[in-house]
Nanobody, 119 residues
C-alpha cells in the first residue's frame, strides 16, 4: 500500500519559490509514476505535474511549464515539486498522487498541503 504524506506548503509572496515534498511510507513507491495535482477554492482538482516511475520523463500543465519542476528520489521514497515565480493563481491545496502512465489516472492520494500566494 502506498501512503503519501505531503509537506512544504505555506504562505509566500508572488515571485517567491517553494518546494513541496511527498514521502511514501509504503513499499510500492518504485512501482508507480507520481503526480502533483491542485485544487483551488471553488474549482475542480487539476493536474499540475507528473514524473515517470524511472524519473526520466516528466509532464506539466501549461499553466506551470517553465516555473515548476517535478523530481523523485528513490533513496528517500520522495517526490518533489519545485515551484518558482509563484503567482496568486497558484494558490491551492496541492496533492501528491501515485498515478498510472498517463499521469491522470490516480490510484492513491495524499491528504494535501496548502499553498497560499499573496500579491
Amino acid at each position: 500500500q502506498v501512503q503519501l504524506v505531503e509537506s512544504g506548503g505555506g504562505l509566500v509572496q508572488a515571485g517567491d519559490s517553494l518546494r513541496l515534498s511527498c514521502a511514501d511510507s509504503g513499499r510500492t513507491f518504485s512501482g508507480y509514476a507520481m503526480g502533483w495535482f491542485r485544487q483551488a477554492p471553488g474549482k475542480e482538482r487539476e493536474f499540475v505535474a507528473g514524473v515517470s516511475w524511472s524519473g526520466e520523463s516528466t509532464s506539466y500543465a501549461d499553466s506551470v511549464k517553465g516555473r515548476f519542476s517535478i523530481s523523485r528520489d528513490y533513496a528517500k521514497s520522495t517526490v518533489y515539486l519545485q515551484m518558482n515565480s509563484l503567482k496568486p493563481e497558484d494558490t491551492a491545496v496541492y496533492y501528491c498522487a501515485a498515478v498510472r502512465r498517463d499521469y491522470k489516472s490516480v490510484d492513491f492520494w495524499g491528504k494535501g498541503t496548502l499553498v497560499t500566494v499573496s500579491s
